[in-house]
């Protein structure tokens, strides 16, 4: 089991569609993140939020949009999608305290896209 | 720019065999160091960590990790593995007190019963 939850588990959606990834976590961590990982391959960041305000944007597409409502959650929204960003969408968090240690990152167990 | 190379995409092997996995990073920093481990449909999980003190650290499941700082190096052994252990095991860097965690390519491990 996770501490970090994520919903839904499974999404298929269309090209044109809207949905969004939620995230949840209880640990009163301060760092949250959003990763993509493919098949076999290590996870990539897309993004840092720190303290509720975002930190890192890896350079994702607009398409990508990320929203940090409190502390606990994290969410993604997904417009207008291609068919190449079907993957496994990883929510992690970790203390985030940037004067001490930012501690290990905790993975949620992904929610699994797939855009047709 | 920082990286993380594992230099082992794939490994066999047989249970009870001995196994190491290499992984090097660049970054002169104070950094901490993470194996974490993904079985077959699962998520990632924290194989173990290394922030400070021993250079040997111990994680589950009978897996460590020595942490050479004049090498750069911080590789996973287990003296024996088991079928279980067939997965993918990432190696990951995080500056100190940042918050961008780098992973490595990743090797994929199978173990033959």
């Known amino acids: 089991d996770t501490e970090v939850t994520q919903t839904p588990k499974h999404l298929v959606m269309g090209m044109t569609n809207k949905k969004s990834l939620k995230c949840e976590q209880h640990m009163g961590h301060r760092a949250m993140y959003w990763y993509k990982q493919k098949a076999k391959k290590p996870p990539e960041l897309m993004f840092v939020?720190?303290?509720?305000?975002?930190?890192i944007n890896e350079s994702v597409p607009s398409r990508f949009s990320p929203e940090c409502p409190n502390s606990s959650l994290l969410n993604l929204h997904l417009h207008a999608l291609q068919p190449e960003d079907s993957a496994l969408y990883l929510c992690?968090?970790?203390?985030?305290?940037?004067?001490?240690?930012?501690?290990?990152?905790?993975f949620g167990e992904g929610s699994r896209l797939t855009v047709l | 720019a920082q990286s993380v190379s594992q230099h082992n995409h794939h490994v066999i092997l047989s249970e009870a065999a001995s196994l190491e996995l290499g992984c090097n990073y660049s970054y002169g920093g104070t950094v901490n160091l993470f194996w974490y481990v993904q079985y077959p449909g699962q998520h990632l999980q924290l194989l173990l960590k290394y922030f400070s003190g021993d250079p040997l650290v111990k994680g589950i499941k009978g897996f460590e990790a020595e942490f050479i700082k004049s090498k750069f190096s911080f590789n996973l052994r287990k003296p024996s593995v088991q079928w279980s252990d067939t997965a993918e095991y990432f190696c990951?860097?995080?500056?100190?007190?940042?918050?961008?965690?780098?992973f490595g390519t990743g090797t994929s491990l199978t173990v033959i019963p």
């Open positions: 990951a860097v995080n500056v100190r007190t940042g918050n961008q965690f780098y």
């Open positions: 992690a968090s970790s203390q985030g305290i940037l004067t001490k240690n930012t501690g290990e990152l905790f």
């Open positions: 939020y720190s303290y509720e305000k975002l930190s």
